[in-house]
């Protein structure tokens, strides 16, 4: 049971270049997020989605754009890469209730230049 | 609006020794309450968690209770060991949606 997987682990980016960041969960889990971690500053929430087919804003979404491709995968791109979006993503899923444990990706290390 | 606010770290403790991490949060609703622990290069997981107020969470000799009067939901241990080194996250979840709000973490260092 593979549980949530990310792709890649590690990415370098210059400033502007794009790039979209893969996740996939086996649990068939509704809901899906996509974090950022940054030092003393916890995990913020990007974007999420409820349920297949919808997709909603969280704390920090400007520069950021997301597809809900299925219920299994869901994807964040970067159009244009900013060296303030250097931090470790991680994706989560959910089953979607209110008492829901979160299940996390190992994350990808991006760094922009 | 919702916040957890969790003790800055990091902390440093040697074998067997007691361990507290306090956690309070914004007293809004009635949310769900996590304790994510995060090993070197990992993702988060769950540790523990409790769902209404007086429940107390439970797992791998870690404990903390839903304290609804006081808005909080501290972690202990009685007796750590080197591999509980990590860095602690205390959340909250609203009831009915779909957020959970992360404290900033608290690095934990446990010495032989």
């Known amino acids: 049971n593979a549980g949530v997987t990310q792709t890649p682990k590690f990415q370098v980016l210059k400033t502007g270049q794009s790039m979209t960041l893969q996740c996939a969960q086996d649990?068939?889990?509704?809901?899906m997020y996509w974090y950022r971690q940054d030092p003393g500053m916890g995990l913020r929430l990007i974007y999420y989605?409820?349920?297949?087919?919808?997709?909603d804003k969280g704390e920090v979404p400007n520069g950021y754009n997301v597809s809900r491709l299925n219920k299994r995968e869901f994807s964040l791109r970067l159009e244009s890469a900013a060296p303030s979006q250097t931090s470790v993503y991680f994706c989560?899923?959910?089953?979607?209730?209110?008492?829901?444990?979160?299940?996390f990706g190992p994350g990808t290390r991006l760094t922009v230049l | 609006g919702d916040s957890v606010t969790q003790m800055e770290g990091p902390v440093t403790l040697s074998e067997e020794a007691f361990l507290t991490i306090n956690c309070t949060y914004t007293?809004?609703?009635?949310?769900?309450l996590f304790w994510y622990v995060q090993y070197p290069g990992e993702g988060l997981q769950l540790l523990l968690k409790?769902?209404?107020?007086?429940d107390k969470g439970s797992n791998k000799g870690f404990e903390a209770t839903y304290r609804k009067e006081t808005t909080s939901f501290h972690l202990e241990k009685g007796s750590v060991q080197v591999s509980d080194s990590a860095v602690y996250f205390c959340?909250?979840?609203?009831?009915?949606?779909?957020?959970?709000?992360f404290g900033a973490g608290t690095r934990l260092f446990v010495k032989a």
């Open positions: 989560a899923s959910s089953a979607g209730s209110d008492t829901d444990t979160q299940y």
């Open positions: 649990m068939n889990h509704n809901s």
């Open positions: 989605s409820a349920s297949e087919g919808t997709t």
């Open positions: 007293a809004t609703g009635y949310p769900s």
């Open positions: 409790a769902t209404k107020a007086d």
């Open positions: 959340a909250r979840l609203n009831t009915g949606g779909f957020k959970t709000i």
